[in-house]
C-alpha cells in the first residue's frame, strides 16, 4: 500500500521518497487481556486519523461473550479462530515441524507464524493489547521510505527471551539491542518462515 509522500533534506537538495503503510493491523488476544484490549485497540481506531482494519487472533481462549464484546466494542474486525488458524498453519506450514511444535507449547509465537500468514498486504503490521494510543496520529504502523525494512518500539533496554550466554553460543546472531515488538511494521517479503523454523529447533535457543 502507498502512502503519503515524505520530503527530506539533505544540504540543499530536496529529495521526495514515498511511504509504505499497513492497512490492515494484526492483534494476538488471550480472555484475560479482553478489558485491556478493548480500551487500547479501541484507542488506536480512534485516534488514528487513517482508517486501519483490525485483525484479531484469538489465543484459543477466547469465548463466544469474549466476541461478542469485541464485535460490539471495536466495530467491524476480522476475527481468525484458534482451531482455522491451526488447520490453515497445519496445511500451509506442515513441513516446518519445529514451528508446529512450537505452536503447541509457546502461545506468543502465533504472532510470528499465524499473523503473519494471514495477511494478504505487503506490509505487515502487528500490535500488542496493552498498547495505549493517548494522541491523535497519523497511521503510526508506516515504513519510512528511506530503505528501512521494519520498525519497531524502542525500549529502555534489551528484553529478549534470550539469555546472554544463549546468545554467546550463537555470535553470528545480530539482534537489535532495543528493540519491542509491541508494535512491529515490517516488509512482509523479508519474513522468512525457513529462517524462524531452523531458530527456534536449535537447543541453545530454547
Known sequence: YLGRPTQSYDGKIKVTCLQLAAKTVSCLLCHSHLPMALDCLGSLLRLSADPLALRIHDDG???????????????????????????????????????QR?????????????AVLYCSEPIFACV?????????????FVLPGNGAKAVFLSDREPSYSLRSWQMLLSPGMRLPATANVGCVTIVKDVLDFEFLDWFVGKARHN
Not at 128 to 140: E, G, M, W, Y
Request: net charge neutral; hydrophobic share 40%.
Open 61 to 99: 481462549s477466547l469465548t463466544e461473550w469474549d466476541l461478542d464484546l469485541l464485535r460490539e466494542g471495536l466495530g467491524r474486525i476480522e476475527i481468525v479462530h484458534r482451531r482455522d488458524a491451526d488447520q490453515r498453519v497445519a496445511d500451509e506450514l506442515g513441513r516446518y515441524r519445529n514451528i
Open 102 to 114: 512450537l505452536r503447541t507449547t509457546y502461545v506468543i509465537i502465533l504472532k510470528a507464524v499465524d
Open 128 to 140: 500488542d493489547s496493552d498498547v495505549l494510543f493517548v494522541k491523535r496520529l497519523r497511521n503510526p
